[in-house]
């Protein structure tokens, strides 16, 4: 520990408390909230294992973090909202919380979340990120540690925005779907090139540049040829 020597008196007792209280604080385990309005909040751990079904049916977004951890919204426009988990209000299990726009400027009228994750789980990961023409690219997590809380995440192209954002953690390909019912597999380590910035565009997952739906994300241990069935439209 950190030994510290305060003088006799009544201002050195109140200085140690509040190291104490601030040791203490320095490091708590959370969990971020939000439901479909985009009210969010922080419930300590003991509030979620207590409810854990309740938070999980009733809430969209249930993320683990840090008190000393950031919030990180990915958005279709390309862009990287970052709101400090200290900024966010703490509440009871029935609190409403407070709307995200209010803590960034992040407007969910305009805009919509492709992926929410920690700046914690970004280090050592890479992202795929995936758009509606068909442009595809990986990019670093640490590429996005930055103190700004809005960040151009990717470039696009007009008319373009992100479909989806894939965390890639041992995969070894990712599949992608057209509208028309096609799929086309992409070894990411050695079809997608890594781009030298965020800021740079992705290059063509489709040559036929074809708007395709949600890409699917297979895990290392699928390497065997699998049957992949299209579900019939009604």
Known sequence: ????????????????????????????????????????KLLDKSTYERNQETVDTEQVYVK??????????????????????LDIPSGKLRDKGVPIENLSKYDGREDKICLLTCA?????????????????????????????????????QEGDEVRQILRMNGQDFIVLQTKSGY????WWVTSLRRKKGHSESGE?????????????????????????????SL
Request: hydrophobic share 35%; charged share 30%.
């Open 1 to 40: 520990g950190r030994n510290l020597q305060f003088q006799d008196g009544r201002g050195s007792r109140m200085a140690q408390r509040q190291f104490m209280w601030r040791m203490q604080f320095r490091f708590r385990r959370l969990f971020f909230v939000m439901d479909r309005f985009g009210y969010c």
């Open 64 to 85: 683990r973090c840090l008190n000393t951890d950031k919030i990180c919204l990915f958005t279709a426009s390309g862009t990287l909202h970052q709101i400090k988990a």
């Open 120 to 156: 914690q789980e970004l280090k050592g990961r890479k992202l795929v990120f995936a758009t509606k023409l068909a442009m595809v690219k990986q990019v670093p997590g640490e590429e996005f540690e930055t103190n700004n809380r809005m960040v151009a995440a990717t470039k696009l």
């Open 183 to 186: 799929f086309l597999k992409l």
């Open 204 to 232: 063509s997952g489709c040559k036929s540049r074809t708007a395709w739906k949600m890409p699917m994300s297979l895990r290392r241990e699928t390497r065997r040829k699998y049957p992949i069935k299209r579900k019939r």
